[in-house]
């Protein structure tokens, strides 16, 4: 018998994961099985089943059996519609129908130039489109999602060559045009940004959804979450809705298709084990500033505006202006001799600038506190600069899932970076009001762990005579709320969420 290298991948897989399951039902006593990710996780993508290692019990949330069938379901048509040169596909679009696998069509996501927080956020929004209308998903290789993230999908693969003619399908017809037109058009090209124009808005209206089934190209190009304002399309809230249980959705896909590939995984895991391991508890706070020329700049008062938050929520112990050497020595050596770990809170501060976290090191080093508790800061990068490069995308993504790992966030307003990590840690996060002047507070408690629709669209078809059901729009008025950080953005909560509800004359 010969030792193949698909025979040792197999055994080493089976024993990966055998590990995997026994530390998880060791170290979270009480997990429902159906947290537990299945045997066959593949060791190409370690972060798929290793990720609940390091979540304590209480944020381990289980994936609805509805989303676990649709996936799996999904899976499989992703691997029968894979095809082994897409070039050649593409370019023969408008050849017979025997050059592609029966019924299979495609919806090919396009990089843009935006950070990494709104191109995730949009290649979730393209995969929940997809998913709801059987669609193939392929992303572009150009960039820096297809390196960082893992094949979603065993046994196939949705990365397009670098060869692929991206300019071609991007070309295709626009939606207004493709409608407008006599003949039948085989790709169309969604421009789905925050700016999105009239004609472009209609894509949100059940006929338009319709029309598209018939095209079998679709090019998606956006910098939006856009889940929320596709829940007004009946035919899709028919078949996504079930999959959003108790107002959540983003946190449960996100913990399936936004998995950091292995080398991106390691730097997650080195830092846990380095750093966040030590502590008790963890605090992870995000800050960033929009609406200024250096995304870096440092802001004095900011650290000011964050210990008053995390004081005012009972997340940090108070400065004492006295040191009493004694008593600290007696608790630390009390602590010592519990087991207990040597660090009592961690603060990991994600920024492009360094200073903050410095700012906020010195005071916990410059003076003690009044409960005698440690607090260490630690911070994975400080780059100091904003770019498109692929390490600030890694470093980014690394510090995303660290903050999903921290027991409570506090993060920016406004910010796509905070949303990731909150959306993946089924956290409500503490929103600092870093920016806003007209919120004197430093900051408030998140109604919801997902993210917000910044710019919504209402498109022409539902302002009047809207064939929403009732069942539909009680659903909207339950499940659909105005963001905090946004006064005019959605987002998807909870029922007893309250906050201001979605203004929308057709309910």
Request: net charge neutral; with cysteine; hydrophobic share 35%.
């Amino acid at each position: 018998m010969f030792v193949t290298e698909e025979l040792v991948l197999s055994v080493w897989t089976t024993i990966h994961n055998l590990e995997v399951h026994d530390a998880l039902r060791k170290q979270n006593n009480g997990v429902p099985s159906s947290v537990i990710p299945p045997l066959n996780s593949h060791p190409t993508c370690l972060s798929r089943s290793q990720q609940y290692l390091y979540r304590k019990s209480s944020h381990l949330s289980a994936v609805p059996e509805s989303l676990r069938q649709a996936w799996s379901s999904y899976a499989d048509m992703q691997k029968s519609c894979f095809h082994g040169n897409w070039t050649e596909l593409f370019l023969n679009k408008h050849g017979p129908a025997s050059s592609r696998p029966d019924s299979c069509r495609y919806l090919v996501f396009i990089e843009g130039r935006e950070g990494l927080g709104n191109l995730l956020l949009s290649l979730t929004t393209a995969f929940t489109f997809a998913m709801a209308t059987n669609r193939t998903l392929l992303i572009d290789s150009r960039g820096n999602v297809a390196k960082l993230l893992c094949e979603p999908f065993p046994e196939t693969s949705w990365v397009l060559p670098t060869e692929f003619p991206y300019n071609l399908i991007t070309d295709c017809p626009r939606l207004f045009s493709f409608q407008h037109n006599t003949t039948n058009a085989s790709c169309v090209s969604l421009n789905l940004q925050h700016n999105i124009t009239s004609p472009d808005k209609e894509f949100f209206c059940e006929d338009s959804f319709a029309d598209l089934k018939h095209v079998t190209w679709v090019a998606w190009t956006s910098n939006q979450y856009f889940v929320t304002n596709l829940l007004l399309i009946p035919s899709f809230w028919q078949r996504m809705h079930p999959m959003m249980v108790e107002g959540r959705f983003f946190t449960y896909v996100s913990s399936l298709l936004l998995l950091p590939e292995n080398k991106t995984w390691s730097l997650i895991v080195r830092q846990l084990w380095s750093y966040l391991s030590a502590a008790e508890l963890r605090v992870g706070i995000q800050v960033r500033l929009h609406g200024r020329k250096d995304l870096a700049q440092f802001e004095p008062g900011v650290d000011t505006k964050i210990m008053d938050c995390l004081l005012r929520y009972g997340l940090l112990p108070s400065l004492s202006e006295y040191e009493n050497s004694t008593e600290m020595h007696r608790v630390q050596s009390r602590k010592m001799s519990d087991g207990k770990k040597p660090v009592d809170i961690l603060l990991l501060l994600t920024s492009l600038q360094g200073k903050y976290s410095q700012v906020m090191r010195d005071r916990f080093m410059e003076m003690p506190t009044e409960s005698f508790q440690t607090v260490q800061v630690h911070s994975v990068s400080q780059l100091g600069r904003q770019d498109k490069g692929f390490q600030q995308a890694q470093l980014a993504f690394v510090e995303m899932w660290l903050l999903s790992f921290c027991d409570f966030l506090a993060t920016s307003e406004y910010s796509t970076f905070g949303y990731i990590a909150q959306g993946l840690a089924d956290l409500h996060p503490y929103i600092l009001t870093l920016k806003s002047s007209h919120n004197p507070s430093s900051c408030m408690v998140g109604q919801s762990s997902e993210p917000c629709t910044h710019y919504p669209k209402v498109p022409t078809c539902l302002r009047k005579d809207s064939a929403l059901s009732p069942a539909h729009k009680d659903w909207i008025r339950v499940y659909l709320r105005m963001c905090q950080d946004q006064p005019s953005g959605w987002q998807l909560v909870q029922p007893d969420a309250g906050g201001d509800a979605v203004p929308m004359e057709f309910l």
